[in-house]
C-alpha cells in the first residue's frame, strides 16, 4: 500500500484527506500545516493521523507520494528538491480542482437524493394502490396502498409473474395492445372489487418497456374523479422531473449489471440504453477504474473521481452511491457531469461578470465617505445634478474621487438601468481615440473589423458616459466633441450619415481649463457648454475633518482585501495624519493606510505611529517661514513646475514614458510641458 504525505491541511488538502481515507489502495501516512488550527489537521487527528507542523521531518519516512496542497509554487519547488528520488510530488492545483469540483458534485448527488425520496414519499403517500410491471410481466413496484388492498407484501410479490399476484389482471395485455385502460372493474382473490386504470410504459426508443395499474376499493367510488386528477398531476410531475433534469445517471443492480440510464447520459457520453442495461458497469469507461465497482465492493459513496467515459473518451467528474434496501446491498446509483462543460460555464462566467462590471455604475452616493462641510455642498450639488440631463464637470485634484462622483451621479439618475461607459481620454493613443468614441464604417482604414464597429457614445446610447481627463484632448477631437453635445449625433469615420445618440456626458478634469484657454489648448465654446453643471471636489487637506470617517472606513475596506483583523488607529499615529497635508489626496491616505497594515504583525490590531512610512507635507519641505520675493503667483507656479519637471526628466534619464507616469499626468501632457519651458536632453546637461 502507497504512503501519502499530505503538506497543506486547508480546503484542498482537506478534500484530498477525505477521499484517500477511503482508498484500498492509499494510505495518508501525515498531514502537514503551519497553521495549528487548519481543519484538515482536525480531520486527521480525528482519524488517528499523524499531523505535524513541519514536512521535513516525514519527507524521508518510506514516503511513497506527496502532494503539495497549500497552492505554493515555492513550497511544491522545496518539495520537489528535498525528496528521496523514488518519491513522487503532486503540485496543489490538482487539490484546489478536487475540492472545488468536490463540492459541486456534492450538490448535485444530494439533489439527486432528494429528488428520489420525494418520488417514494409521493408514490407511497398516495391512497390508491399501484403496481407496476416490466416488459415480461413481472412485478417491479407495489406501493403501501397497493399491499393493504390486495393483502400481500411488496417483498412477496416484486419479481413475481402479475398473474400470480393478481390472475385476473389486464397488465399483460398491454405490453401488447400498447393502449391505455381506463376505469375497469376487477375482482381480486380475497374479494375486493376494485376500479383500476391500466397504462403501458413507453420507452424513449418507442418501446413497451413495461406497463402500471392505479386502482382503489369500489367504496371509495365517491371521490373517484378527484383522485384519479391527483394521480395525473402526480404522473405528470413526475415525468417532468425525470425528463427535465441534466443530470447524467446510471445505476446498476447488486453485481454490476446495468440497468438504466437516462438521456443526459446518453447526450455526454454517446451510449445508447442498449449499450449500458444489461452490460457490466465497465462497459462505459474508456480511461479509468469503475466506481459502481468500488462502491458494490466497499459499500461507500465515492466522490469527485474523475475519469473518460465513452467512445469520444469524455472526461467527466463522478459521485456514486450504494442503493442499501434494509440493510442489502442493491446496486449503485453514479451521476456524472461533463468537466468540459464544468470549465466552460466557469470561462462564460467570468466573461459575463467582465462585462457587467465594465458596463455598469459600481458606486452610489453612500459609498462616498465623509461629512464636513466641503464635501457635504459637493455631494448636494452632485445629487441636484443627477436629476437633470445637464452636462456635468467634475473638477479636483488627481486622487479626490471624481470617479467615484461619476458613479454615483449615473447611479442616482432616471438612466441608472442604462449602459455606464468610462472612457480615460489620455490613456487612448491619439490616433485612436476618435474610432473609439465615435466608432467606424467597415473598410474605413486598414484593419477595420468587417461590419464596422461602434464607439463608446453608441454603446452608452440612453445611459451615460465618464470623460475623464477630458482636458488632455487635442483642439481637433474637442472639435468633435463639441459637435456631439450641440447636435447629439455622432458620425463614424469613413461614415456619412449621422447617428442620433441620447448620452448623457459626465466629464472630469484636474488640469486648470481657464488657464488651458489663455494657452489655446483648449477651446473656450467646449469649456462653456462642459461647465453647464461644474462640481469642485475639494481636496483632502481642505477637509480633514473628514479623516476620522475615512480612516475608518479604509481600515475595514482594506481588512477584507488583505485578510487582517485590524480594528482602529491609535491617537498618536491619527495626530501624524491629521498633520500632513495630504497632496495625493484619499488615494494616497489609502496607500498610506495599506502599507501600514501590510508591515504590522499578524496578530496586531491598532495602527501605531511607527507602523506609519515617513510623510514629508509640500508645504513644509518648501520654506521655514514666510518668505515673498515678489513676483505674480502665475510665475512662481510656472517656475516651480519647470523645476519639478527637469528634476523628474533628468532622475529618469531622460525617458518621457517613466517620467510622466511618476509625475501621475499623460504623455500628451508631458510633451506639452517640456515643449512650454524648453526642457530637453540637449539644454538640460548643465541643468540643477
Request: charged share 25%.
Amino acid at each position: 500500500m502507497k504512503r501519502v504525505l499530505i503538506v497543506g491541511a486547508g480546503k484542498g488538502g482537506t478534500a484530498l484527506l477525505k477521499i484517500l481515507h477511503d482508498s484500498d489502495q492509499l494510505t495518508v501516512a501525515a498531514v502537514i500545516d503551519h497553521n495549528p488550527g487548519a481543519e484538515g489537521l482536525t480531520i486527521a487527528e480525528n482519524l488517528g493521523i499523524e499531523t505535524g507542523d513541519e514536512w521535513r521531518s516525514y519527507i524521508h519516512k518510506n514516503i511513497d507520494i506527496v502532494i503539495e496542497a497549500t497552492g505554493s509554487e515555492k513550497v511544491f519547488e522545496q518539495l520537489r528538491k528535498a525528496r528521496p528520488a523514488e518519491t513522487v510530488v503532486i503540485p496543489g492545483s490538482v487539490a484546489y480542482i478536487i475540492s472545488e469540483l468536490l463540492e459541486e458534485k456534492e450538490g448535485l448527488l444530494r439533489k439527486l437524493k432528494d429528488q428520489t425520496n420525494n418520488q417514494n414519499l409521493i408514490l407511497n403517500s398516495i391512497h390508491d394502490g399501484m403496481v407496476v410491471i416490466d416488459k415480461n410481466a413481472n412485478v417491479t413496484f407495489l406501493n403501501q396502498s397497493g399491499e393493504k388492498i390486495v393483502g400481500r407484501n411488496r417483498e412477496e410479490v416484486v419479481g413475481q409473474h402479475i398473474n400470480h399476484v393478481i390472475p385476473a389482471s389486464g397488465l399483460p395485455l398491454l405490453l401488447t395492445t400498447r393502449t391505455k385502460e381506463i376505469n375497469r372493474e376487477l375482482l381480486l382473490e380475497n374479494g375486493r372489487k376494485v376500479i383500476t386504470t391500466r397504462i403501458p410504459l413507453i420507452g424513449s426508443n418507442d418501446n413497451v418497456i413495461g406497463a402500471y395499474a392505479v386502482f382503489k376499493d369500489i367504496t371509495e367510488i365517491v371521490g373517484l374523479a378527484e383522485e384519479i386528477t391527483d394521480l395525473k398531476e402526480v404522473k405528470t410531475m413526475l415525468e417532468a422531473i425525470i425528463h427535465s433534469s441534466d443530470e447524467a445517471i446510471s445505476v446498476v443492480d447488486e453485481i454490476g449489471s446495468g440497468l438504466m440510464i437516462n438521456p443526459a447520459y446518453t447526450r455526454i457520453t454517446g451510449l445508447k440504453e442498449s449499450d449500458i442495461v444489461g452490460k457490466p458497469a465497465t462497459v462505459d469507461i474508456s480511461e479509468g477504474e469503475s466506481m459502481h465497482l468500488r462502491v458494490l465492493k466497499t459499500r461507500r459513496a465515492v466522490r469527485g473521481a474523475r475519469m473518460k467515459v465513452g467512445p469520444l473518451k469524455k472526461e467527466v467528474l463522478v459521485n456514486v452511491a450504494p442503493v442499501i434496501v434494509d440493510g442489502k446491498l442493491k446496486g449503485s446509483v453514479g451521476v456524472l457531469h461533463d468537466v468540459s462543460e464544468i470549465q466552460s460555464l466557469t470561462s462564460e462566467l467570468k466573461r459575463a461578470r467582465q462585462i457587467i462590471r465594465n458596463l455598469e455604475a459600481k458606486y452610489t452616493f453612500a459609498d462616498i465617505t465623509g461629512d464636513s462641510q466641503e464635501l457635504t455642498l459637493a455631494l448636494e450639488q452632485a445629487r441636484v445634478g443627477a436629476k437633470t440631463p445637464a452636462t456635468v464637470l467634475l473638477r479636483g485634484e488627481s486622487g479626490t474621487g471624481k470617479e467615484l462622483f461619476a458613479h454615483a451621479i449615473h447611479n442616482e439618475s432616471n438612466r441608472r438601468h442604462n449602459k455606464f461607459i468610462r472612457v480615460n481620454c489620455a490613456a487612448i493613443a491619439e490616433s485612436q481615440i476618435e474610432s473609439e468614441l465615435f466608432g467606424y464604417e467597415e473598410g474605413a482604414f486598414a484593419g477595420a473589423k468587417q461590419g464596422g464597429k461602434k464607439g463608446y457614445f453608441e454603446e452608452a446610447n440612453n445611459g451615460s458616459i465618464f470623460l475623464d481627463e477630458i482636458g488632455d484632448l487635442t483642439l481637433p477631437m474637442q472639435a468633435k466633441l463639441l459637435r456631439v453635445l450641440q447636435e447629439k449625433e455622432i458620425v463614424r469615420i469613413g461614415g456619412t450619415k449621422p447617428i442620433l445618440v441620447d448620452v448623457r456626458v459626465i466629464a472630469a478634469t484636474n488640469v486648470n481649463l481657464e488657464k488651458a484657454i489663455m494657452q489655446k489648448t483648449f477651446r473656450e465654446d467646449l469649456y462653456y457648454r462642459l461647465n453647464r453643471l461644474p462640481i469642485y471636489i475639494p481636496p483632502l487637506r481642505e477637509r480633514k475633518g473628514d479623516l476620522t470617517p475615512l480612516t475608518k472606513h479604509l481600515i475595514q475596506k482594506l481588512n477584507e482585501d488583505y485578510g487582517r483583523n485590524v480594528k482602529s488607529i491609535d491617537e498618536e499615529a491619527f495626530t501624524k495624519l491629521c498633520e500632513y497635508d495630504w497632496p495625493g489626496n484619499v488615494r494616497e491616505l489609502e496607500n498610506v493606510i495599506g502599507r501600514a497594515m501590510i508591515f504590522m504583525e499578524h496578530q496586531e490590531e491598532v495602527i501605531k505611529k511607527t507602523h506609519l512610512p515617513a510623510l514629508t507635507s509640500f508645504y513644509d519641505s518648501q520654506r521655514e517661514g514666510p518668505i515673498w520675493f515678489g513676483g505674480s503667483l502665475q510665475e512662481a507656479v510656472d517656475e516651480y513646475e519647470k523645476g519639478l519637471l527637469a528634476d523628474a526628466f533628468k532622475t529618469h534619464d531622460f525617458n518621457k514614458t517613466q517620467t510622466a507616469k511618476a509625475l501621475g499626468i499623460s504623455i500628451r501632457n508631458l510633451y506639452y510641458k517640456l515643449d512650454k519651458y524648453n526642457l530637453n536632453k540637449e539644454n538640460m546637461q548643465g541643468f540643477s
